[in-house]
């Protein structure tokens, strides 16, 4: 999450401002601001002010720009939509408490001449324009380069302000020679004890007996200590600044004045019973959102009321039957209470109606594989191959080709792991 949040520090005021400029508007991003997964502002509270963190407050314009600079390029599922805008209202909390903090640490820190003419030049890489052309395109907008050099000089005195305040903030992080050694020993295990460990999991795959020696080598601790070391101390500094976060976040007094955020707020936060009773409203609308209920339900099994988080699926999946991401939260659900032929009862509807759906029959890869449905998770499998294989023959955009083999890899790495470790059996295999 921070490292998000220390990137858009430095990049939403400026890389956004010039997207505005350049598209004159804001690019397709009418579909991350209408009702769908939105809701309406809350009566009888100021429609520009977003949320309010300690008295702090947060707009629609800061919120706005920032969720359009996040936005993905494809479509966000039904169940994305939510997570999504709340994680970037979250992030500009985080901000806010950071900021005071830093008030109260008393940070002062300065951008440079070079800092700013690096940030101004990579903007005109970025953008393929002309410092002539980007005046041009400034002016349409009421703007000059002289504002935008401001910003960027307040933007990256604000990424600086964030850094050095969490610096001070979670101290220093120390990292021990034991540590280092374990992980070691860890990442590479001695020969023997690599060697016992194959032949355990796969004593019949002679064949992969040379690959296995190969991916086994151990290099000197010498050799790979430094990198060891930072792996650890990134670890523990994410680690050290979440709970800092989180510290900040328990002490402040936030009001989230969306309808829906704050509702979800209520269930990320643990808020059971303010979630359940806000979502129970949204679910009784004539036109509702159908992951409302999921989110219902979340809140139900929150409270340990697991019957009536059930009952709620169920009418959600009877008044959606067409819709996936309920089933497949669903599915999930059951999962959890290890009700498992229940749950892949829900999947074989999500499969008879998934066509070519790429996504769909990934997640199905994966569920029936996590539940011991071994011939239904191979099944899963080969669709994903044959829909792979006519998106390349189809030409499919670079990024698309990119996210399909990422796909691929990741699936293929699962189902190996699935040959070797032989997941239980249970009765929804028949």
């Known amino acids: 999450m921070f490292d998000t949040l220390r990137d858009n520090s430095r990049i939403i005021v400026y890389i956004v401002v010039i997207a505005f400029v350049i598209s004159g508007g804001f690019m397709g991003y009418g579909a991350y601001l209408n009702n769908q997964g939105g809701g309406g502002q809350a009566p009888n509270q100021n429609p520009s002010v977003i949320a309010e963190v300690n008295g702090m407050e947060i ?22 939509i939510i997570p999504f805008r709340y994680n970037v209202l979250n992030a500009l909390i985080e901000r806010k408490l950071l900021m005071a903090q830093a008030e109260v640490l008393d940070i002062d820190v300065e951008a440079s001449e070079a800092e700013i003419d690096e940030n101004y030049n990579n ?43 969490i610096d001070q903030g979670i101290g220093e992080i120390e990292v021990s020679e034991e540590e280092i050694e374990e992980l070691y020993q860890q990442r590479y295990p001695e020969p023997e004890a690599a060697e016992e460990d194959a032949a355990e999991e796969a004593e019949s795959e002679e064949e992969n007996t040379e690959a296995e020696n190969t991916e086994t080598e151990r290099p000197a601790m010498a050799e790979v200590k430094d990198d060891l070391e930072q792996e650890i101390r990134s670890q523990k500094r994410n680690e050290a600044i979440n709970s800092w976060l989180a510290e900040l976040k328990e002490g402040a007094e936030i009001t989230v004045n969306d309808p829906v955020l704050s509702a979800y707020h209520a269930l990320e936060n643990e808020n059971y019973e303010q979630a359940a009773e806000e979502f129970s409203a949204f679910v009784e609308e004539e036109e509702t959102d159908p992951i ?21 699926y169920n009418s959600a999946v009877e008044s959606y039957p067409e819709n996936t991401d309920l089933r497949f939260n669903y599915a999930q659900f059951l999962a959890d209470q290890e009700n498992n032929e229940e749950a892949i009862a829900q999947l074989d509807e999500i499969s008879a109606a998934a066509e070519d759906d790429f996504m769909t029959y990934y997640q199905l890869f994966m569920m029936y594989s996590r539940l011991g449905a071994e011939e239904k998770a191979q099944s899963a499998m080969e669709e994903v191959q044959r829909i792979s294989e006519n998106m390349q023959t189809q030409s499919a955009p670079a990024a698309d080709q990119e996210a399909v083999e990422d796909i691929q890899e990741e699936a293929e790495d699962m189902e190996e792991e699935i040959e070797v470790e032989s997941p239980v059996e249970t009765e929804a295999n028949n």
């Open 59 to 80: 707009s629609q314009q800061e919120y706005f720009s920032l969720l359009q600079q996040q936005a993905p390029q494809s479509n966000l599922s039904s169940s994305q």
């Open 123 to 165: 903007i005109l890489e970025q953008n393929e324009m002309t410092e002539n052309e980007l005046s041009e395109a400034l002016a349409e907008q009421g703007y000059t380069i002289g504002d935008l050099r401001e910003d960027i000089k307040a933007s990256i005195e604000d990424s600086k302000t964030i850094t050095q305040t």
């Open 292 to 312: 409302f209920y999921s989110y219902l339900a979340q809140a139900y099994e929150g409270q340990n009321n697991l019957e009536r988080a059930k009952e709620v």
